[in-house]
């Protein structure tokens, strides 16, 4: 756990506020990956008191306690994913569509990258960018 916070656990997993209930609610919500601006706005619908900074603080514990997945592309916004077992992602250059997709080759090219960096793997992350269906159709969407 690269955080300093503990995180309490009851026998059943990590307690929970009743804010970062409703954070975890957010993001277990759709299919989308949303920001922590994202996950804010709509924290507010159920929670109009709650501010930006508990939102932010409550991905953060969420994620070290491996409850949500963070997604981070360069300089951009990270995105919160409810999934957090192994996958890989496509992101749509054009709307920014982010969806989940699991290639199973990825373990094989792993292993060959770490031969050929002579880096020990601790982990993958494999996202292809590129054009969405809508939008190599004309027909952008919004991002999610």
Same mark, same amino acid.
């Given at each position: 756990?690269?955080?300093?916070?503990?995180?309490? &656990?009851? *026998? &059943?997993?990590?307690?929970?506020?009743?804010?970062?209930?409703?954070?975890?609610?957010?993001?277990?919500?759709?299919?989308?990956?949303? =920001?922590?601006?994202?996950?804010?706005?709509?924290? &507010?619908?159920?929670?109009?008191?709650?501010?930006?900074?508990?939102?932010?603080?409550?991905?953060?514990?969420?994620?070290?306690?491996?409850?949500?997945?963070?997604?981070?592309?360069?300089?951009?916004?990270?995105?919160?994913?409810? *999934?957090?077992?192994?996958?890989?992602?496509?992101?749509?250059?054009?709307?920014?569509?982010?969806?989940?997709?699991?290639?199973?080759?990825?373990?094989?090219?792993?292993?060959?990258?770490?031969?050929?960096?002579?880096?020990?793997?601790?982990?993958?992350?494999? =996202?292809?960018?590129?054009?969405?269906?809508?939008?190599?159709?004309?027909?952008?969407? =919004?991002?999610?």
């Amino acid at each position: 756990m690269p955080s300093t916070q503990k995180i309490k &656990r009851s *026998e &059943r997993g990590p307690v929970l506020t009743r804010q970062r209930q409703i954070v975890l609610d957010v993001v277990r919500s759709g299919d989308h990956h949303p =920001t922590a601006a994202e996950v804010f706005m709509s924290a &507010r619908e159920t929670l109009p008191g709650i501010s930006f900074a508990t939102v932010y603080n409550s991905l953060r514990f969420l994620k070290d306690a491996g409850l949500v997945r963070e997604i981070a592309f360069g300089n951009g916004a990270s995105r919160y994913d409810r *999934e957090t077992d192994r996958h890989d992602h496509a992101m749509c250059s054009a709307c920014g569509k982010l969806v989940d997709f699991d290639l199973p080759g990825t373990v094989a090219l792993t292993r060959s990258a770490a031969r050929a960096s002579k880096f020990k793997a601790e982990s993958v992350h494999l =996202t292809l960018v590129g054009l969405c269906p809508a939008c190599r159709d004309g027909k952008s969407s =919004t991002s999610s």
